[in-house]
Structure formats: structure tokens, C-alpha cells
């Protein structure tokens, strides 16, 4: 009997470890094609600090860890509904025009949540930006999860962000051509 107890408390134990690990690897990715080289439209990519020169929902953005783009820097964001998150830049690859980032802390919409940004040559002098990521929402273990943060509905919100910011990328790079 004692066994038993302990068996079932171990299953017990684990079943929150065991509901992380089922969780839905969530993604999505857009493209956008801009009238400008790669190296113009990279010199607002690849500017970490500078998100809020060209996604409208960004107010301020700042490094707060380091001080150029680099892998560990960290920046601040404010958005405009006034709330904060942090952001830590993983890979900041200029040569190959790509860049890799995750939530630090703030109110965030995600867990484990895994974006990169590409520009690559789209030939006549064009580019192709793609704006993707890996996520999970957020009480993941909750089932069902509370209204409008079931997976459907995270998806679809990240999904029109990097539409929305990939047209205002496009708006803004080449309106300074």
C-alpha cells in the first residue's frame, strides 16, 4: 500500500513537468517584400534599439544592457498602451542580415517565446524581410486557458504584429529613399 502512495504522489509531483512538456509549440511567420537594398532596409532591422522608428505600437525603445548591437543586449520597450517589456537580443549576425530575440521580463504575451527578423537580397535592388516566431502562450498548463488566450487567438494576434510592423517597415524605408 505504501507503494502505491508513493507512486501516485510522484505522478502527482510530475504532472505539472508532464503538462509543460505537451504544450503547443506555437509559430508564425511573414514576409514582406520592400523597394530598397538589403543594407538599407538592415540599418533599421538591424538597429535593436531603434524598434520604435518603425513599429507604430512602439513609443520608446532603448538599450538598457550594452551599448550597440550585440548578442546580449537588452532593450526596453514601451508600447503605446503604456505597458513595458524587455527584450534580449540572442543573435546579431550582420553579415547574413538576421537577428534573434526573447522576452526578459515585462507584460509579455507569450512564454518561451523565440523571434527572428531576416533581410535577404530579393534581386532589382528589392528585399525580403521575414519576421517569424516560436512561442507558447502563456499558462500553458491551464486547459482550457482563459478566454482569448487559448493558442488560436495568440497566433492570430502575433500573426497581424508582424504584418502590421512589416508594412510600417516598408512605409518607413521607403519613404526615405
Not at 70 to 90: P, W
Not at 144 to 171: F, N
Request: hydrophobic share 40%; with cysteine; charged share 20%.
Amino acid at each position: 500500500m505504501k507503494g502505491m502512495a508513493a507512486a501516485c504522489m510522484l505522478v502527482a509531483l510530475a504532472a505539472p513537468g508532464l503538462a509543460a512538456a505537451d504544450a503547443n509549440e506555437l509559430s508564425t511567420s511573414q514576409s514582406i517584400r520592400i523597394d530598397a537594398p538589403p543594407a538599407d532596409v538592415w540599418q533599421y532591422v538591424g538597429d535593436f534599439a531603434g524598434l520604435s522608428r518603425w513599429l507604430p505600437p512602439i513609443v520608446e525603445s532603448h538599450l538598457v544592457l550594452r551599448d550597440r548591437n550585440e548578442a546580449g543586449a537588452i532593450r526596453a520597450l514601451t508600447r503605446s498602451n503604456g505597458t513595458h517589456v524587455t527584450e534580449k537580443l540572442l543573435e546579431y549576425d550582420p553579415y547574413n542580415m538576421r537577428l534573434s530575440y526573447t522576452y526578459v521580463d515585462g507584460q509579455v504575451a507569450a512564454s518561451d517565446y523565440f523571434s527572428t527578423m531576416t533581410v535577404s537580397d530579393a534581386g532589382d535592388g528589392r528585399s525580403l524581410v521575414t519576421w517569424s516566431a516560436h512561442f507558447k502562450r502563456l499558462n500553458y498548463w491551464q486547459d482550457p486557458p482563459p478566454p482569448g488566450q487559448d493558442d488560436a487567438t495568440l497566433t492570430a494576434t502575433y500573426t497581424r504584429i508582424y504584418k502590421g510592423g512589416l508594412e510600417a517597415l516598408k512605409k518607413a524605408v521607403e519613404a526615405h529613399r
